[in-house]
């Protein structure tokens, strides 16, 4: 068994193992491999194992990854990362979920493309957890105000929020205010359940409050090649 069977098989283990202390359902639980710096030969390894889900942030990786891997059935992927407008309709050829609805000028460029298309995309509006007006994401306390201008919006599905937890301090206080922010969400979107949250050093946690979509890279994929 190779080195990255054996972290993606003990990472999968270790999911299993916290959803069920946490009282969670193992079946509602998604887990996003990042598959970022990586070839497409992880990924090809990794859908061997029973992989489906793969998370890129960057546009001019993800795509040609994406053509390379495209007689892989039944792979979805996932953009994970800030997205650029004008890079809009590029992710859109490939990716099925988008993570990083974080402004509004993206959900305009958003909005123009996907009125275009016939298939639906998943969106998980990006919370900004910071003190940081300048970082990406929408403020808590705004976030009904930009949910509801993207309802509307052609083709796409808002699935929930989406948030990254500080390093500094216990992942659990940003954790707590992403579900908190995810049941405002429910009053206008009551299917938008989804919580995109927990990274490699913060997913038990993040199971143990809520989330359903775990976005995991170096504990599975290890050191970084590209």
Request: proline share 3%; hydrophobic share 40%; no cysteine.
């Amino acid at each position: 068994m190779s080195d990255l069977a054996q972290r993606y098989r003990a990472t999968v283990a270790e999911i299993n193992e916290q959803a069920i202390a946490s009282g969670r359902d193992i079946d509602e639980i998604r887990l996003i491999v990042v598959s970022k710096n990586h070839g497409p030969e992880l990924v090809r390894e990794l859908y061997d194992l029973g992989q489906r889900d793969f998370g890129e942030n960057r546009d001019q990786e993800a795509k040609p990854k994406a053509e390379q891997t495209a007689d892989l059935e039944g792979v979805n992927w996932h953009f994970v990362g800030q997205l650029q407008s004008n890079k809009v309709k590029s992710a859109l050829g490939y990716s099925r979920f988008i993570h990083s609805i974080d402004r509004p000028s993206l959900l305009v460029a958003l909005q123009k493309e996907l009125s275009s298309q016939t298939t639906v995309v998943g969106g998980f509006i990006q919370l900004n957890l910071t003190d940081d007006p300048g970082r990406g994401g929408v403020e808590p306390k705004d976030l009904l105000f930009f949910a509801e201008s993207a309802v509307g919006t052609a083709n796409l599905q808002i699935l929930g929020v989406m948030g990254v937890a500080a390093l500094d301090r216990d992942p659990r206080v940003d954790f707590e205010t992403i579900h908190s922010a995810s049941q405002q969400l429910q009053t206008l979107i009551p299917e938008a359940r989804a919580i995109s949250a927990g990274m490699s050093h913060d997913f038990r946690e993040a199971i143990d409050m809520g989330a359903t979509h775990l976005r995991i890279g170096t504990s599975i994929t290890g050191k970084r090649n590209l």
